[in-house]
Nanobody
C-alpha cells in the first residue's frame, strides 16, 4: 500500500487546516490509518488514529477536541481536520497505515506498529 499526504500549509494561530492522506494499493480499506507529527529535533508523536471501518477513533490528549480524524473509504482517503491551531502544532504531519483484520477496531499509537508511511506534509502555525 502507498500513502500520499497533502494539504499542509501556513496558517495563523486559531485557524483551521485539513490534511489528507490518499491510500492506494490492492486493498486500501483493510488498513487502520493514523496521523503522527514530528517537530524539528523532536520524536515523531501520535496525533490521531482511525480503524479500517472508521468506527473507532482515538486522539492524543492535546489534540482531543481540536482535531478530528475521518475517512472516506469510497475515496480511499483519510482526513485530519485541525481547528484552533496553535504555534506548537507546527510540525511535519505523516500518515501511516497498519493492516488489520476485519472486526479489529484497536487504534495503535506506537510508530513501530505501522509498516507503511507517507512522505509527510508541513504544517506551520504562526503566532
Amino acid at each position: 500500500v502507498q500513502l500520499q499526504a497533502s494539504g499542509g500549509g501556513l496558517v495563523q494561530a486559531g485557524g483551521s487546516l485539513r490534511v489528507s492522506c490518499a491510500v492506494s494499493g490492492r486493498t486500501p480499506n483493510r488498513y487502520a490509518v493514523a496521523w503522527f507529527r514530528q517537530a524539528p529535533g523532536k520524536e515523531r508523536d501520535f496525533v490521531a488514529g482511525i480503524s479500517r471501518s472508521g468506527s473507532s477513533t482515538d486522539y492524543a490528549d492535546s489534540m482531543r477536541g481540536r482535531f478530528t480524524i475521518s475517512r472516506d473509504n469510497a475515496k480511499n482517503t483519510v482526513y485530519l481536520q485541525m481547528n484552533s491551531l496553535k504555534p506548537e502544532d507546527t510540525a511535519v504531519y505523516y500518515c501511516a497505515a497498519k493492516h488489520t483484520i476485519l472486526g479489529v477496531s484497536n487504534i495503535y499509537t506506537d510508530t513501530d506498529e505501522y509498516s507503511y508511511w507517507g512522505q509527510g506534509t508541513q504544517v506551520t502555525v504562526s503566532s
